[in-house]
């Protein structure tokens, strides 16, 4: 089957009409794959084999190979081609560098440090000779590459990138991510067409904060890439309240084994959803090998950094589909839509040589030849370009080359037609000068270096896919600068199929804020704001400012608000009602009573001071009307008093002697000395017990006005320690009220303590009785008024005080002059004069002896 694919792959590249798509230079490729001679040669570092024997046993510096052909890395290999594409195709465009060519050589780093040292003192050589020389003044060294492109990992770069930057020869790589690098001091000549790791670091913050996963774990690899990597996620990650909740480096150079296993429990026992993997492709196929392996299902999320997001290494591991959802990122790149042409065309020239018998060799190599076994390649390889791994990387290395080649176009004078200057007249540092610069636009898309050497290129974000057993990358998004992600495209592998949370703790609701538990500003209970607090910040509450009060759980702070008893509400509709109908009914008693005016009844129960009693009555219900609407100053200075003074009439007029003494008192025990007295009390000396009974009650009145405070000033001192607020006139001094009320009570103690001196007359009106009952009903009400009242709200206290004075007058009513209505109504025949004698004559009632006689 796989011999039956490739035929067909061979049949299509080969059909009539195809050749002629492709460019005539490809019939100039030279089966050469790692040198080519040119005016101007580059030096290229690629990862063309992995180590494979046991150096550590070396005991001299002798020459070291790290080839066989089970070691070959496909990637490094496939991108070494790349820049034999670029540098043929750049060759082959005359309007870039006419009448120069360009060479290569492509030597192998083997993934070691030790390793890329011997080609890159190659590189530095005296002219085409094997020696470094040392000068004092390398202004004018002419050494044997113009310019280096790579290595590919930062480790390397760390090896090699301070002794390139002592000669300022341009490095140019294809994968070095370090920020480290941007250091322009340590790494002058250093460049490269990949993002730097900050940007990378920045984007992973993003992509955190874009579905808000605050409690995360970061593994890196312990090298440049994984710990340079590693310490900038975990910073940008606090600086954007991301908490770190577990760290982790896998091993190098040592076994790895053993730390993996106690990374893994690390994350297992952290209890977080998302874990940011920043390491190399070959330190994070052993970490998740052991992931698939343990089947821990410990998270929900694993974030790629780009050296790993394709790799093969990881994906083709067992039960890899198991581990959960991967979201990676990987250089901002595009397709080279010749390459696989390119490659296939290589090959196929390379077998038909190797068919007539032709032995294989590069025409010029001075070292050992990285790839031996590169001689069997063949059409059945070109697998080393399709791999999504390349095609999503191979770009960068073709930036690289052209980067180099527009720099020389600039730094040699060139137009479209010819060169000025002659390759022989320049030198790396002046082409480091130009490259720092250059700008160019390839493939429709413009590229440049900044200062620090760094592209202006971002990253593409993708996410893993397993469908039916298939495999495949999907793009989600782009990252430059910002993160735009398209999250409709992301299959999420967890049990309810929808975003994973990764929080230590649930977010607090508005008004709350958080309380850190122990060390990590992620883990933090909610604490409610309590009351003249808000929320102004997620750690602490506010107070508010002077003047304004907040509710618990609140975000900002307001102006109070002010009630009133309005006239609308139930509570004043009801007792408006009660008021209307009291004062109704306490008129038509006084017009009973002037209707029947002058007859023995009205005169015994006062004559004109019985409506002065009405008329304090009805006064008394009609100052509840005062409690009602909105408070005014005017109101407020009226309230207490007038309802007060109203209470002091009524009860006077009860108390006054012409009724109750001489009438009463008088009469029953005294009557010898009542009749002399008599008429003084009645006329002018009921009034001035009422005068006097009153102005004293005035004179309470006007202390408590001057005393108390306006509502204007009240409100103006009021402490706000409330958002909403029940607003009465003010009761100040509450001496004062109790002065008033306490006067008007005693009245009534009076009157009814009178009533007990007096002897029940026989077959006569008991006036008496209804003294005694109704200053009894109104001495009962306030005293159980004043307890009620001191326990309730501001509301509730107006309210009480309008039920008191309405039931006391209601009581007052109902005693005092509904059974002398009820006379008049009902018993007419008994207002005369002998039934109400005792109190018109001040004649004593005859016994019963003398009434049977």
């Known amino acids: 089957m796989d011999f039956l694919l490739r035929l067909l792959l061979l049949s299509w590249l080969f059909r009539p009409g195809h050749c002629n798509d492709q460019p005539g230079w490809f019939q100039n490729i030279t089966t050469n794959l790692f040198s080519s001679s040119g005016n101007i040669l580059l030096g290229g ?156 670091a920045a984007a992973i913050v993003d992509l955190l904060k874009k579905f808000s996963w605050n409690w995360v774990a970061v593994v890196g690899s312990e090298d440049e890439y994984g710990k340079q990597g590693q310490a900038e996620v975990s910073s940008l990650a606090a600086d954007n309240s991301i908490c770190v909740a577990y760290e982790g480096l896998i091993p190098v150079y040592s076994d790895p084994m053993p730390v993996v296993l106690d990374i893994l429990d690390g994350i297992y026992n952290a209890k977080v959803g998302v874990v940011v993997v920043f390491a190399l492709p070959n330190p994070s196929q052993i970490f998740f090998s052991q992931v698939s392996a343990l089947r821990l299902n410990m998270t929900g999320v694993w974030v790629a950094s780009s050296a790993w997001a394709l790799s093969d290494l990881v994906i083709s591991l067992p039960n890899i589909a198991s581990i959960g959802t991967v979201l990676g990122f990987t250089d901002n790149t595009q397709k080279l839509s010749l390459l696989t042409s390119y490659v296939t065309v290589l090959f196929t020239r390379m077998k038909e040589e190797r068919e007539k018998g032709l032995l294989w060799k590069e025409d010029y190599f001075p070292m050992a030849n990285p790839c031996p076994s590169c001689s069997n390649l063949s059409p059945n390889n070109i697998s080393l370009i399709t791999q999504p791994v390349l095609q999503r990387t191979a770009f960068n290395v073709y930036r690289a080359v052209y980067s180099v080649a527009y720099a020389l176009h600039q730094l040699l004078d060139c137009n479209a037609a010819s060169c000025q200057k002659g390759p022989s007249t320049i030198y790396p540092w002046q082409l480091l000068e130009v490259l720092r610069n250059v700008s160019f636009v390839i493939k429709g898309k413009r590229f440049q270096f900044d200062s620090d050497g760094n592209p202006n290129v971002g990253y593409d974000v993708l996410t893993w896919n397993w469908k039916n057993g298939t495999f495949n ?127 023995p009844l009205v005169c015994a129960a006062g004559g004109t001071l019985s409506i002065l009693t009405l008329l304090g009555i009805i006064g008394g219900c009609a100052s509840v009307f005062l409690f009602l609407g909105k408070p005014a100053n005017v109101m407020c200075h009226l309230q207490q008093p007038l309802s007060a003074m109203f209470a002091t009439v009524t009860l006077s007029t009860i108390l006054v002697p012409c009724r109750l003494f001489p009438q009463i008192v008088c009469v029953m025990e005294f009557p010898e000395k009542t009749p002399t007295h008599l008429e003084m009390v009645r006329g002018p000396g009921s009034w001035l017990v009422v005068l006097a009974c009153c102005g004293v009650q005035a004179s309470l009145c006007g202390w408590f006005v001057q005393q108390g405070v306006s509502l204007s000033v009240y409100l103006s001192t009021l402490k706000i320690n409330f958002v909403r607020k029940f607003l009465r006139c003010p009761v100040d001094p ?119 006689q």
């Open 45 to 200: 570092l690629f990862p063309i084999n992995d180590l494979t024997a046991n150096w550590s046993q070396n005991l001299g510096p002798n020459n070291r190979f790290c080839f066989s052909f089970n070691s070959i890395n496909p990637n490094g290999l496939g991108l070494a081609l790349v820049m034999k594409y670029t540098v043929d195709e750049i060759n082959a465009t005359p309007h870039l560098l006419p009448n120069v060519t360009l060479g290569f050589e492509i030597f192998d780093t083997c993934r070691q440090s030790f390793i890329i040292v011997k080609p890159t003192m190659f590189f530095l050589t005296n002219g085409l000779s094997e020696n470094v020389s040392v000068l004092c003044n390398y202004t004018d060294y002419n050494a044997r590459a113009m310019a280096i492109i790579g290595p590919q990992t930062s480790e390397m770069v760390t090896i090699i990138g301070k002794l390139l930057g002592f000669f300022m020869m341009p490095q140019v790589s294809y994968g070095a991510t370090s920020d480290t690098f941007s250091d322009k001091v340590q790494y002058p000549s250093f460049l490269r067409t990949v993002p730097s790791d900050q940007w990378q």
């Open 473 to 599: 990358f999907t793009d989600i998004g782009q990252f430059y600068k910002t993160l735009k992600i398209n999250q409709s495209l992301i299959n999420w592998y967890t049990n309810s199929s929808e975003v994973p949370m990764s929080t230590c703790s649930a977010d607090c609701e508005s008004g709350q804020v958080r309380r850190v538990k122990g060390f990590q500003s992620c883990c933090f209970d909610c604490i409610d704001c309590k009351e003249g607090t808000f929320q102004n910040q997620d750690i602490q509450c506010t107070l508010c400012p002077q003047g304004q009060w907040s509710t618990v759980r609140s975000t900002n702070c307001t102006l109070p608000t002010f009630t009133f008893l309005s006239w609308s509400s139930y509570e004043a509709l009801g007792l408006t009602v009660v008021a209307v109908t009291l004062i109704v009914c306490q008129g038509a008693v006084g017009l009973l009573f002037l209707h029947h005016r002058g007859t």
């Open 734 to 852: 509450m001496v004062g009220l109790g002065l008033m009320l306490g006067y008007n009570c005693l009245l009534a103690l009076l009157s009814f303590m009178c009533t007990f001196m007096a002897k029940k007359p026989s077959r006569q009106y008991n006036l008496a009785r209804d003294v005694t009952f109704s200053t009894l009903f109104y001495c009962v009400v306030w005293v159980v008024f004043i307890p009620i009242y001191t326990g309730l709200d501001e509301k509730n206290k107006s309210v009480a005080q309008m039920v008191a004075i309405l039931f006391s007058n209601t009581g007052l009513v109902a005693a005092y002059f509904l059974p002398k209505c009820y006379l008049l109504l009902r018993n007419p025949d008994l207002n005369t004069t002998e039934y109400f004698r005792i109190y018109l004559e001040a004649t004593p009632p005859a016994s019963e002896k003398d009434q049977d």
